[in-house]
């Protein structure tokens, strides 16, 4: 049970946890914080959060749990602000994309990583954005990965997991530069390809008319390209090293498909795409 | 009214259209014709066509629709199979994502291309494939495209046209060569993306565990690549020219990204992303 949850960044994910907790009767207070007046007393209309308030000091007061789900790169802007006002026993947690990144500023602003924070990172989501897209189940049986610290507190930890589990979703563990390397293969990168081929296409002479003949599989396909770009520019800069790590490989491969097609290897063709098929329709049943 | 349609390859596409006519009362019989007579019976007893037929000659006599269904690079064969048993007042259409190669084997096989031959591709369908997965509203809604040729009767345009208009389709009319460009961008390289993708992980590493923490907006990204390998094998060596046109242009436009992430370059990645989701919110909303 939390006494005071103070989340910076009420979009979808930390409005989505808000009214879970909320729901199920876990915080006797929710508080949001952000730059935006507007999305914050968008957020108390809707019946998100509690309350608002617009300085990150007066945010945190007597919070026991704080929430950073602002993009990556507002992060260590909004430690500074508040650490000098944070409780004795509040713990910190994030739900960036990217952990190393999170660590390094969240330790920059505090000058060390302190014991009570605890990196996090819910697999959920979708391509929208915003406390309107907010929803109580989004992490109903979805993974959360925390990558704590050596330094990190078991009790802190312990909190953190509790307070995810109570929102329905499935905690694990992991190291900080395995979860970024896992992540740039299975979602960063994928979400760059997306953006890429619609802009691709977009700056293609009869623009209009290409997007006009696309089907079922293009919509799914580029679904995650309706992102939100400033989450995502983020996520590009603060994971670029293992981003650019798994993108030389999918570009070495692309390479040789498109040699095969050049080719004509339809044997080549076939072995990739059946064991593409294979692969896919087993792990994503 | 179609007096007896006859379909080479009942699969999602052939099947749905079967079931479509039929519910419309717009076909008195419905012949199939494959290679398997496993695959024929199973339309026969889900209701899907009204009876099979393992001999092409046999198949077509009497029918004054023939539909090919089959993958590309099959047409040809079924059309030699068949072309002295047609009736005098048959249609020919087919279905094929890749209209310049299906035109040559249709020719090829005729010696030309017959005057009653309506070149046709419905932009519909999913990953799935076989008759199972065949459903009478596959077209409702969705567009087909024919790229009638220079010597199409314009009564068996028509004739395709209507069939297709009951099926609850869009009928639009391009050239050849525009038709393969356009599906080219939006549907052939995506899904060498997609079966990229997947097989370029499947081959990392720890690959259980890299599918296990994808999110959703992995599996819609990647659902494409569940789609029939041979199906696709055949699209890749029937169009190859215009894929590659299009993944030369794309793969020039992925490694500006990469090099954007490599120089830190947040402006240029933002541009980007900003571009492609306003572009992808047009068109597919």
Redesign the interface.
Known sequence: MLRKLCIFGVGLIGGSLSLALRRAGYCREVVGCSRSEGHLSRAVELNVIDSYCLDPAEAVQDADMVLLAVPLGAMGPVCEAFRHSLAADAVITDVGSAKASVVRAVTDAFGEAPASFVPGHP?????QSGVEAAFPELFQG??V?LTPLANTREDARDKVRAMWEVAGAVVEEMGVEHHDE??A???H????????????????GE????????????????????????M???I??AN?EA??KV?T???Q???S??R???E?D?KR??E??????S??????H
């Open positions: 697999i959920a989501g979708n391509e979805r993974r990965i896992v992540l293969a299975t979602s990168l994928p979400h760059l390809l997306a953006f890429g081929l619609v802009d691709s296409l977009a700056r293609m623009r209009e008319e290409i997007f006009h003949y696309a089907a079922g599989g293009f919509r799914d396909f580029t679904r995650i390209a309706s992102s939100d770009p400033v995502w520019r983020d590009c800069l670029s981003i650019l993108m490989h999918y570009q491969d692309l390479d498909i498109t095969a097609v050049q004509g339809g063709l076939l990739i795409f059946q064991r593409a098929k692969a896919r329709d087993r792990f994503c």
